[in-house]
């Protein structure tokens, strides 16, 4: 049995960037990082923008001026100003190529057709230059970049529609287990419902990973080792759920050594989710969760979360974890590191009743676990705790 540290180093040793390309149209790139630089085959202002409702204007030594017309946006034509000569504008308009300056129009007297600034403006106020934040063939974004929101905008401002972005992992859920049934299937005496896959496959498709297929293996060896094989051909990642114990029916450690899949770690010194395996085989990458939903759910955010953010080759590849006081006391049972299900709330945690790794109903209303290491048996109120906070 290896410590919590050394499983993370573990991981995060065996999980690369997966380095393969993808074509997404621009609206469903978010998440993605860009797999080439991006050139801009526009300027970005394409011709000279208008920053205010008001007045262009060609400057002269006087602070009138006459008003010869309109410029709105959208407009295309180019009324021609002579010096001392002004034209309505707004915002995003075209300013002509005759006027080198705009004035706000709270800044300026009208008299029917005369206007009188009412201070002394420099050339080219509130002009946006032509290719103001980038120029026709210059680099937009550089390979690498993560497609955010404004990342996504940005791009469409320049017209792009589709990019070419760092695919994502296949994955696979895998469900063991003859005592699961699907929500709508009657609930007989000794079964229960599935919820493992449904909880992984949200968890992945809440970081943005929806390459996700699920599949479900009875208690039966050579159907397990035919599952296995099948999905470790077809995915980049595998997450098992269940059958990683040392019950008779317990078959996936088994399986997995009949695949020959690099053990590289199998149980963890922690509370819950001691029974993981994590495992390796060719370039594809095996995590064999413990069935009990809630180790399940703490094993992906400790281990299975590092390995995604390594695919798509993120810096930052752990949740991230602050110091904050505990409202709560807890007393450990057992010398093992535990996660305990908790809600943080501005610098303050509380630590939830119900810590039993076969409950979810607590993991459902918590934000955050407070670590406990191995070096405490208990928390006190007001106690300084480590607290991981969970994705929402
Ligand atoms: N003799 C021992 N028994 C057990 C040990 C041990 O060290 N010695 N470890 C316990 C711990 S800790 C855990 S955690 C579990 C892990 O067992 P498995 O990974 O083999 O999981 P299963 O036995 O298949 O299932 C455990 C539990 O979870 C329920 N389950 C499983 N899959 C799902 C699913 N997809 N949706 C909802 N619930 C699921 C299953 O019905 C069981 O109740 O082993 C302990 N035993
Ligand atoms: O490690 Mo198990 O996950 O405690 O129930």
Known sequence: MISISEAI?????????????????????????????????????????????????????????????????????????????????FTGAPVPDS?????????????GSKITLQIQININLNIR?????????????????????????YLSSLGVQKV???????????????????AGEALTYGKIYESNSKMLQNALYNHKYYDVTIHKIEDDYNKTVSKLNEVINANDLVIISGGISVGDY???????????????????????GKPIF????????????????????????????????????????ELPRIKAKSVSKFTKSGDRPQFLKAIYNTGEVSILEGQSSAMLQTFAVSNAMVFMDESLSSIEIGDTVDVILLPQ
């Open 99 to 111: 006027a080198n300056a705009v004035i706000m129009q709270e800044k300026v007297l009208v008299d």
């Open 250 to 272: 317990d078959f996936v450690g088994k399986a997995l050594e009949e695949l020959k899949v690099e053990p590289l770690f199998y149980k963890v010194k922690q509370k819950p």
């Open 129 to 153: 230059p032509v290719g103001e934040q980038v120029k026709n063939g210059d680099l937009a974004l550089p390979k690498g970049t993560k497609l955010t929101p404004a990342a996504i905008g």
């Open 278 to 317: 994590f495992g390796k085989k060719d370039d594809k990458l095996i995590f064999a969760l413990p069935g009990n939903p809630a180790a399940a759910l703490t094993c992906f955010y400790m281990y299975v979360y590092i390995a995604l953010q390594k695919f798509m080759d993120n810096s930052d590849v």
């Open 9 to 89: 180093q573990l991981v995060k040793h065996h999980s690369f960037p997966l380095l393969k390309k993808a074509h997404k149209p621009i609206e469903k790139s978010g998440g993605y990082k860009l797999y080439e630089d991006v050139f801009s085959s526009i300027n970005m202002p394409p011709f000279r923008q208008s920053a205010m409702d008001g007045y262009a204007l060609n400057l002269h030594d006087n602070l009138a001026y006459s008003l010869i017309g309109e410029v709105k946006a959208g407009d295309s034509h180019q009324p021609k100003l002579k010096k001392g000569e002004a034209v309505r504008i």
């Open 164 to 182: 070419s972005v760092f695919k994502k992992p296949t994955i696979a859920i895998l469900n063991t287990g003859n005592e699961l049934v699907e």
